[in-house]
């Protein structure tokens, strides 16, 4: 199974480095960085990914920020990016990790749907087991088509939210 075990101190370890990484390439703006996705919840498996989300204070800082990131070591996910989110990924340097930065704007729609679906997570033990086995059970069902795993995903994680979650 490409899933790895909650690891806290490496996980910790790599968003720390990347957060200093972040701030030093965008020294000009002004921005949040936070640790978000499976790696920021205890008990929750990754799939070798550290989740980032960078939020913006300024709305066209967006685009700005992730081409300028892209520019460096980072690498646009167009597929899943969109005018409110642009999502960008890379390799750590030494780990088998990769990280997957989202620059939102703070605040804003993407921004505190993150936040809602961490914090259902953290409320429960059982919610974090059952997303684990949802994603395990899902991957092993795509055959490891990352895409189609990534989209059956991203909808149950809405269902989620929207069920919980009531956003104007």
């Not at 939020?55 to 996910?77: N, P, Q, R």
């Not at 340097?93 to 703070?106: D, F, L, P």
């Not at 974090?128 to 088509?145: A, C, P, T």
């Amino acid at each position: 199974m490409p899933y790895l075990e909650y690891k806290p101190e490496l996980w910790s370890k790599i968003f720390v480095a990347e957060r200093d990484n972040l701030h030093f390439l965008l020294p000009q703006f002004r921005f949040n960085v936070e640790h978000i996705g499976a790696t920021s919840v205890a008990n929750c498996r990754s799939f070798r990914n550290v989740d980032i989300l960078l939020s913006v204070h300024d709305f066209k800082d967006i685009s700005t920020v992730s081409m300028l990131l892209a520019s460096k070591e980072y690498k646009v996910i167009k597929e899943y990016s969109t005018v409110e989110c642009m999502v960008l990924v890379k390799r750590y340097k030494y780990e088998k990790v990769g990280i997957t930065v989202r620059v939102v704007q703070y605040a804003g729609t993407f921004f505190n749907r993150c936040h809602a679906f961490q914090s259902l997570l953290k409320e429960s033990y059982d919610r974090v087991q059952k997303y684990n086995n949802y994603r395990e059970e899902l991957f092993i069902h795509y055959n490891g088509d990352i895409a189609q795993y990534n989209k059956i995903k991203q909808t149950y994680i809405n269902s989620l939210i929207d069920d919980n979650f009531k956003f104007e």
